[in-house]
């Protein structure tokens, strides 16, 4: 079965710099979830998007900001980096009908040096 | 927001035993769904076994169970048989049927199976 795809699956960038994660729900899906999880430390939530409008919003900074595209895929921009920022970056996705589970993506590894 | 805690930060069983995981949670809602997740060391998540706050009894997955009491706001998981595979890092999850649908997750227990 299809799974939800991330990419990349590893990305370094420097302090200060812009990245960009991409994440492709399973297909049917219309709910895509982001969290965030530092070393050792448990998933945060980030963000959602339902049907391409923002549908919840958790601890995610200023510098971030996130949209869900017509085809239902979403990126996560990230801007002026910082050593923080080094984590694991989940999407999940869900279909709203069955919107008590999320299916999650393999993660992207970002390493900000 | 609902805490989720989970009070064990490492356990660890022998192969073919059985270990239980705790796991309490802080809500005033009624109706919402827990979950057990796994991440290996690939750092996958993958759904080990959810349920329904409506539902009495106790869900099982094959040789995950868990032991659901609402009213003590507990929801412990329960591994039979352990096995090498299991090894892996524990979430307990929390997710509101109404307000919103992220998920609130606990700090994560850390098992360990002994061959």
């Known amino acids: 079965a299809a799974g939800v795809i991330q990419s990349p699956r590893h990305l370094i960038k420097e302090k200060r710099e812009t990245a960009t994660l991409k994440c492709y729900p399973i297909?049917?899906?219309?709910?895509v979830y982001w969290y965030q999880q530092g070393p050792g430390q448990d998933p945060q939530f980030l963000i959602s998007?339902?049907?391409?409008?923002?549908?919840d919003k958790g601890s995610i900074p200023d510098r971030f900001s996130a949209q869900q595209f017509s085809d239902y895929h979403s990126e996560l921009n990230m801007s002026s980096l910082e050593l923080g920022d080094s984590a694991l970056y989940f999407c999940?996705?869900?279909?709203?009908?069955?919107?008590?589970?999320?299916?999650f993506g393999p993660g992207t590894r970002l390493t900000v040096t | 927001a609902q805490t989720v805690t989970q009070s064990q930060p490492e356990m660890s069983v022998q192969e073919a035993e059985t270990v239980t995981l705790s796991c309490t949670y802080d809500?005033?809602?009624?109706?919402?769904?827990l979950f057990w997740y796994k991440q290996p060391p690939s750092r996958q998540m993958i759904l080990v076994i959810r349920?329904?706050?409506?539902?009495?009894q106790n869900a099982t997955e094959n040789r995950f169970s868990v032991n659901f009491q609402k009213a003590a706001k507990s929801f412990s998981l329960k591994i039979s048989d352990s096995q090498l595979g299991d090894a892996a890092m524990y979430f307990c999850?929390?997710?509101?049927?109404?307000?919103?649908?992220?998920?609130?997750f606990g700090t994560g227990t850390s098992l360990t199976v002994i061959p």
């Open positions: 297909p049917r899906h219309d709910t």
């Open positions: 809500t005033s809602e009624s109706d919402y769904y």
């Open positions: 998007f339902y049907e391409k409008m923002q549908s």
């Open positions: 999850a929390y997710r509101s049927s109404n307000t919103g649908n992220q998920f609130y």
């Open positions: 349920q329904e706050a409506y539902k009495q």
């Open positions: 999940a996705s869900s279909y709203v009908d069955l919107s008590y589970e999320q299916y």
